[in-house]
């Protein structure tokens, strides 16, 4: 009976997607990256298992300007070993994404006063944050990420085939109003114990991220993705101009969002994503955002995509098994792999899914702590 490739190491490319977007040589050059990205994505659009549109709002022709990185940092070339993840790839320069009249839309979507009374959360890495409150009050941004020509992008710059992790986490916004000027200080900025980051220190609850800037960043000063390398050094990536992106695969990197100087606004949008297959590990958690969150819309989405991949592996094993009992020839070994991989998965699932009474309410710096005592382990 042939072995069911339901456990993808880490770090594999998919190979039901490879032959559709190739992932990055690892230490490319510039010019090497970007000829890759203009192969694979017309290879991508040129497939016919691309799933259909969502809606009519968003329009690719007119809303997506998307322009190649100018580099790609792999895991490794941040001291990571390259299997460390899903991908090889670790973070992306900024990108051209979305156009001025896109990024308006999405704008006045979340500025709406009612998105804004009724979705906001606090936190005690975060000042402002607004989630769950797509597609229902903002249809163009679920559309936006949701179209296949979006998801392209993301998953050629990824290295994986992506999807967006589940609805709730469509376009959560992290906010900085503006306030007091403050003068701009580099040792601060690359703190340690920065404590003028809008996010502090940690890894995210998923795989993927994809970060949009929407605010004009017309004489900002810093704005950087901080990340920590293998090395425990500080590395910076420097912030996207409105319109502009970051791919970066935060559930495996410490990373900070750090304060923009000069009194004007940040707002991002960070939709997470996870690869499309079913049969490539999922190592997400909820402890970053079951304190942000409705947790009876975020459980029930979760599980309902966990349930959904399991399926899958399970209709994919049970026609491995018929034909193997049909041949004489049942593989007890790759029954109880099988298995294994089924009772760990759902077991981490179980895990996930803490009791209401047990969750505090805009605690997420506990999450936070690990990611530091883990580093100082390290």
């Given amino acids: 009976m042939a072995t069911p490739d339901v456990y993808v190491q880490p770090g594999t490319p998919n190979p039901l997607f490879e032959k559709v977007v190739n992932s990055p040589r690892l230490n490319p050059s510039p010019k090497e990256t970007q000829e890759s990205l203009k192969r694979s994505f017309a290879k991508y659009l040129a497939n016919d298992n691309v799933s259909s549109p969502v809606g009519k709002l968003f329009d690719p022709t007119k809303h997506l300007t998307f322009e190649e990185p100018t580099y790609i940092h792999t895991m490794e070339d941040i001291g990571y070993p390259s299997s460390n993840g899903v991908s090889p790839v670790a973070v992306s320069e900024p990108f051209r994404l979305f156009s001025e009249d896109a990024v308006n839309i999405m704008r006045s979507e979340i500025l709406d006063p009612e998105v804004q009374e009724k979705y906001s959360y606090t936190s005690d890495i975060a000042p402002k944050q607004i989630r769950g409150y797509a597609p229902k009050h903002a249809k163009f941004i679920f559309e936006a990420w949701k179209h296949p020509e979006t998801l392209s992008i993301i998953s050629k710059i990824a290295g994986v085939e992506l999807v967006p992790v589940m609805d709730y986490e469509i376009g959560?916004?992290?906010?900085?109003?503006?306030?007091?000027?403050?003068?701009?200080?580099?040792?601060?900025?690359?703190?340690?114990?920065?404590?003028?980051?809008?996010?502090?220190?940690?890894?995210?609850?998923?795989?993927?991220?994809?970060?949009?800037?929407?605010?004009?960043?017309?004489?900002?000063?810093?704005?950087?993705?901080?990340?920590?390398?293998?090395?425990?050094?500080?590395?910076?990536?420097?912030?996207?101009?409105k319109g502009c992106a970051v791919v970066l695969q935060g559930r495996y990197i410490d990373h900070q969002a750090l304060r923009a100087f000069g009194g004007q606004e940040?707002?991002?949008?960070?939709?997470?994503?996870?690869?499309?297959?079913?049969?490539?590990?999922?190592?997400?958690?909820?402890?970053?955002?079951?304190?942000?969150?409705?947790?009876?819309?975020?459980?029930?989405?979760?599980?309902?995509?966990?349930?959904?991949?399991?399926?899958?592996?399970?209709?994919?094993?049970?026609?491995?098994?018929?034909?193997?009992?049909?041949?004489?020839?049942?593989?007890?070994?790759?029954?109880?792999?099988?298995?294994?991989?089924?009772?760990?998965?759902?077991?981490h699932l179980n895990k996930e899914i803490v009791e209401e009474s047990m969750v505090k309410k805009g605690c997420v710096g506990e999450a936070c702590l690990e990611t530091n005592k883990r580093k100082k382990i390290e």
């Fill in 266 to 347: 940040r707002i991002t949008m960070v939709t997470s994503f996870r690869p499309r297959s079913p049969r490539v590990r999922d190592d997400t958690v909820l402890n970053t955002v079951r304190p942000i969150s409705n947790l009876s819309d975020l459980y029930g989405q979760a599980v309902e995509y966990q349930l959904e991949n399991a399926e899958s592996r399970i209709r994919h094993m049970l026609r491995n098994i018929r034909e193997a009992m049909k041949a004489g020839a049942t593989d007890v070994r790759s029954i109880k792999s099988f298995l294994d991989f089924e009772i760990k998965t759902l077991s």
């Fill in 172 to 241: 959560h916004i992290n906010m900085s109003v503006p306030g007091k000027k403050q003068q701009y200080d580099k040792e601060v900025l690359i703190s340690e114990e920065d404590e003028e980051a809008i996010v502090g220190w940690h890894r995210d609850s998923y795989p993927f991220v994809c970060v949009l800037m929407m605010s004009d960043t017309t004489g900002m000063i810093g704005g950087e993705t901080a990340l920590r390398t293998g090395t425990g050094e500080i590395k910076k990536v420097r912030g996207p101009q």
